[in-house]
């Protein structure tokens, strides 16, 4: 798939259109993990020939409009993008706030050097997450604490 030419004419339909959203949950988790594990020079290509189209239309609702946990798993793309974190985010605001659980996508944010390379790009994200509920207390607690942490690394802004 992520070698195809054109997933999403080909490919992507079909997941959408027959999938469950236990499917496409799982792919864009998927897509999470491959991301984390891939050379950051073969990132744009694939950024740029199929996944932030992807989910651009998947936003407006082209084929079915993205769950809560297709969102939040897509967020988790964001740690691992590189220098398109910024196009990605923008992407990504563009969503609504969702109900975040326990994952490592702020363990990863935490340790991206990307929150110190794009300074407001990192403040942005933090305050969308902010607006993000979170699925019981515990994991609100280690949303703040784990967000506190990602603040106190960030460069003063002008």
Sequence with gaps: ????????????????HDGTVGDRVGFAAYVGNFLRTMESGAKRPIWKCWRKRYRQQRLVGVRALLEDREIAKMLGWLAHLGGMLDEALTVAMRGPPVVLDYSSFLLALRASK??????????????YLCDCDCVCV?????????????????????
């Design 114 to 127: 990307l929150m110190i390379q794009f300074p407001e790009t990192a403040a942005q994200l933090l305050i």
């Design 138 to 158: 515990c994991v609100g607690e280690y949303m703040v604490a784990n967000l506190a942490r990602i603040a106190k690394r960030l460069p003063l802004l002008p």
């Design 1 to 16: 798939m992520f070698y195809a030419d054109h997933p999403t004419q080909d490919l992507l339909p079909v997941l959408v």
